[in-house]
């Protein structure tokens, strides 16, 4: 009976660690696609800076580059998520396989 009960704490257990990686991995698909669209936005309005000081439009370079700060602190930040995230995913890995270890012990 209490073998039943560990066994079947340490299997949900198990389980709830699964899901919520994967939850944390499309967490983390999302927010390295907003960290690829942020790096494209600054890629183009660079191109157009570049282009808008070519025309002598200094008005429109320095909006470009309010555009281009903006567009880098939103990347750094998805950067930071996608940081956090993999560290979380990390250490559910560990506790995963801890419980796993400790289905396997009974």
């Given at each position: 009976d209490h073998f039943a009960?560990?066994?079947?704490?340490s299997t949900d257990y198990v389980?709830?660690?699964?899901?919520?990686?994967?939850?944390?991995?499309?967490e983390r698909m999302e927010a390295e696609k907003t960290e690829r669209f942020a790096a494209q936005q600054i890629s183009y309005a660079e191109a157009q800076q570049t282009?808008?000081?070519?025309d002598e439009d200094f008005e429109a370079a320095?909006?470009?580059?309010?555009?281009i700060e903006?567009?880098?602190?939103?990347?750094?930040?998805?950067?930071?998520i996608v940081e956090s995230i993999d560290e979380s995913i990390t250490q559910i890995e560990k506790q995963r396989d801890?419980?796993?270890?400790?289905?396997?012990?009974c």
């Open positions: 009960d560990v066994t079947r704490t389980t709830q660690l699964r899901a919520k990686r994967a939850e944390l991995v499309k282009q808008a000081a070519e320095d909006r470009l580059a309010s555009d903006r567009h880098t602190l939103e990347k750094n930040k998805q950067t930071a801890a419980a796993c270890k400790a289905v396997v012990a």
